[in-house]
């Protein structure tokens, strides 16, 4: 990931949030961040058979999770998968979005059980992931569930994404270093 980038990133999701109308702590969703994009949400299943995203998904778990489509200059839709669950789907919309924002473009053809995919390069999935987390628990957020001494699986249910990504925003964001050494600061304990 390039230098500053995950700065960046967090402003970038405040500022969005912030155009948005919502609070810097407050919880968002990424389907009213998608309409504030003016960008649709469609589920596979509307478009394709819901045995091919069986077959796809037997044939590579996780093969397929959302994918970006530029029907037109104003008409965007993110399709995504409906096998994965609701807090999984969040994710995946969020970095597509990402991908939106940072104004990422298609580089890569990929080829999974004889179906072609279009993707972006490592170093923007990369980026699209960061700020994918950024846009669903910045760091105010992370700050202030980490004070009240929330748990990742706490996080995730309220914020509607998985534990999984709760503990990787907690931790990759330095909030949990930041919280613990400012306890460590108040008590008079000295860092580790």
Known sequence: MRRGFKAEAERLADRTRAQMGIAPAEPASVRALAHHLNVEIVSADQLIDLHKLQALSAAQEGAFSAATFHLSADHVVIVCNPLNDPARTNSDIAHELAHLLLGHQVRELQTIAGH?????????????????????????????????????????????????????????SGVNLQVRRARQARSGTPRS
Not at 126 to 154: I, K, M
Request: glycine share 2%.
């Open 116 to 172: 072609i995919f279009l993707t972006c390069d490592p170093d923007q999935e990369e980026e699209a992931n960061w700020l994918a987390g950024c846009l669903l628990l910045p760091r105010q957020v992370l700050l202030r569930e980490a004070f009240a001494d929330a748990t990742p699986d706490a996080i995730a249910t309220k914020y509607h994404v998985s534990t999984q990504m709760a503990r990787f925003r907690l931790n990759a």
